[in-house]
């Protein structure tokens, strides 16, 4: 009876030692994500109304926290996921303040407009393995949208900044907010979303696009304000939907816009590497800019993407993701819809 009784009570403290680790082991955790909010919250100079607010984003954050660390701790993938300055935003906060592709189902094309594909023929030997529109001069740097969703106009603005370089060997860095504040009837809708077919339409029957200098980004719609423009572009032109052999034949020869489905937390989260996501669709609410191509040292192939949400996100602002994995309209629908402008 009395090693009955030992043995009870030897169970006992093992029992509330194990739930007192366990206990332990959440408050270090806990502390140690409020550790990270911190100093994360003084690296992008976070400031909240009142404590409420504080504690609701922390929630939001926390959750991002294990989210990244899980990932990376499972290992076994190319890419790494990190945290970046949209990190106390939910993943519906994020959507709607940080994408904004919505094709329109309706629209006037100019008379001028092409529709031909002029990089069709293009032979093997025209196609470099491998080119980045950065290392020679075509590509500005990395902007930031900020909480409005005209990543359409983003999209628009780097492929004309890369043609015109292209062509006049100047690059000039153009004005986002003109697309916002002047396309609705083209019809895009602001902070509230839009696309890029109709960003070039305007530009080409405006007579162009101003400087970003003249016309800075205010990250809000304002009023359409006469302006002169910096450059012209002669139309624009698409790439055949749901054709990566067509994507790189344009990429190789000038930046190229697209679409993208950046739904998924990988997205949202990428950091470094290669990015082959596991939780992407081909559901298109977001656009980008392909500025280059190329081919890891294992073989791999690789889209080099810029896109708009600062340097914290991802490469300085860049990604690399999957080139050719088979996947119908590339990884994550990037080659569903594309185009790019002509001058």
């Known amino acids: 009876m009395a090693f009955e009784k030992n043995l ?4 006992i403290f093992i029992v509330l030692g194990t739930l007192a680790s366990q206990a332990t082991s959440r408050t270090l955790s806990e502390a140690s994500i409020a550790a990270k909010y911190d100093q994360w919250m003084t690296k992008y100079g976070r400031v909240y109304a009142d404590n409420a607010e504080k504690e609701r984003r922390f929630a939001i954050f926390k959750k991002n926290v294990q989210f990244v660390e899980k990932f990376n701790t499972e290992g076994n993938k190319t890419y790494k996921l990190g945290l970046n300055e949209h990190s106390d935003l939910s993943d519906e906060e994020f959507l709607r303040q940080r994408t904004g592709y919505k094709r329109a189902t309706e629209f006037t094309s100019s008379a001028n407009v092409s529709f031909s594909f002029r990089y069709k023929d293009l032979s093997p030997t025209d196609v470099p393995p491998s ?11 990395i902007k930031n949208q900020f909480n409005c969703g005209c990543c ?9 900044e890369g ?4 062509k006049s060997g100047k690059l000039i860095s153009l004005s986002e907010q003109q697309l916002l504040d002047c396309t609705r009837g083209y019809p895009n809708q602001g902070c509230s979303g839009g696309w890029m077919h109709s960003s070039f339409e305007y530009i080409q029957q405006n007579g162009g696009i101003a400087s970003e200098e003249n016309y800075p980004y205010q990250a809000k719609e304002g009023t359409c304000a006469a302006n002169q423009p910096a450059v012209q572009i002669t139309g624009y032109e698409q790439v055949p939907a749901n054709s990566e052999e067509g994507l790189l034949n344009a990429v190789s020869m000038q930046p190229v816009s697209i679409t993208i489905d950046a739904s998924g937390n990988e997205f949202k989260h990428y950091q470094s590497g290669l990015f082959s996501p596991t939780d992407c669709g081909t559901n298109q609410n977001h656009a980008v800019t392909v500025v280059g191509y190329g081919t890891t040292e294992d073989g791999t192939k690789y889209w080099l993407l810029k896109n708009q949400w600062g340097e914290s996100w991802g490469e300085n602002g860049y990604m690399k993701i999957l080139r050719d994995a088979g996947a119908p309209g590339g990884v994550c629908g990037l080659a569903q819809y594309a185009l790019y402008p002509t001058a």
């Open 8 to 11: 009870v009570v030897i169970v």
């Open 131 to 141: 080119i980045d529109w950065r290392e020679k001069g075509a590509v500005t740097p």
């Open 163 to 166: 043609i015109i370089q292209i």
């Open 152 to 160: 359409w106009a983003f999209s628009a603005v780097a492929t004309v």
